[in-house]
């Protein structure tokens, strides 16, 4: 098996435990990493099939996820400062202003 | 077992310890640490599967600028442990369990499956140049949106953390 699918595979588990650490932790800043973590697992899928399939568009694509990835962290951090300012607490379950 | 194997099982390794630390650790700092781990091992494993210019951007771009932004935020907000409340009982006891599943079933498939048709061409050739070329002739548009992206992104950063609104 090439050494591209057992990157898959990786990628796949490293996809699993961002979204483990998305749905169970309490902390904004920790959730927010966690869906950092399946943005890279994604892009280590997008790089290794552009190796599999030998086709640079992939690499390609790789650049702007990590650009989005960039401006999604800027403006995320500033809406967590503000929430962080008003709210006093990082904690998510302080945050529901919205539930009923 | 070549070299490469080898290798790519240690960095692989790396890389499945920083993210379940991530999910393990309570003290946010701890936990962009171990990302800081992972993106620094994921890096490596793209100079494996011949990325070098994606590898030298990861380190420089991912982690060099975007985690230190992460650890510069929890920094200044002071983020303390987080604190004991129980998660609700539906979500351990089938939330838990259908995410493991997932995650196997996934793996399983995709450790299966066939390789697709290989485009022509046999080794890729020297990445940077044509990963730049194809950058600024196909894919020229969608970078120039980026860049816009960027600045939106910025002047809605500022924005948004003015002190008073």
Known sequence: MPLASYAVVLSAILFGLGALGFVFKRNIITIFMSIELMLNAVNLSFVAFSRLRLLLEGQVFVFFVIVVAAAEAAVGMAIILQVARNRHSLNIERIDLLKQ | ?165
């Open chain 2, 1 to 165: 077992m070549s070299v490469e194997t080898i290798l790519f099982f240690v960095l692989a390794a790396a890389a499945l310890g920083g993210a379940a630390n991530l999910i393990v650790q309570t003290h946010p700092i701890h936990s962009a640490l171990s990302l800081i781990v992972v993106m620094v091992a994921l890096a490596g494993i793209y100079l494996l599967l011949g990325a070098e210019l994606l590898a030298a951007v990861q380190i420089i771009v991912y982690a060099g600028a975007i985690m230190v932004l992460f650890v510069f935020i929890i920094m200044l907000l002071n983020a303390g442990k987080e604190e004991r409340t129980s998660i609700s009982r539906a979500a351990t006891w089938l939330g838990l369990p259908f995410a493991v599943v997932l995650t196997a079933v996934l793996g399983w498939r995709i450790a299966m499956a066939q390789p697709g048709p290989m485009a022509p061409g046999g080794e890729i050739p020297g990445t940077t140049r044509v990963l730049s070329q194809l950058l600024f002739t196909s894919y020229v548009f969608p970078f120039e949106m980026t860049s816009i992206l960027i600045l939106v992104a910025i002047l809605g950063a500022v924005v948004l953390a003015k002190r008073d609104f």
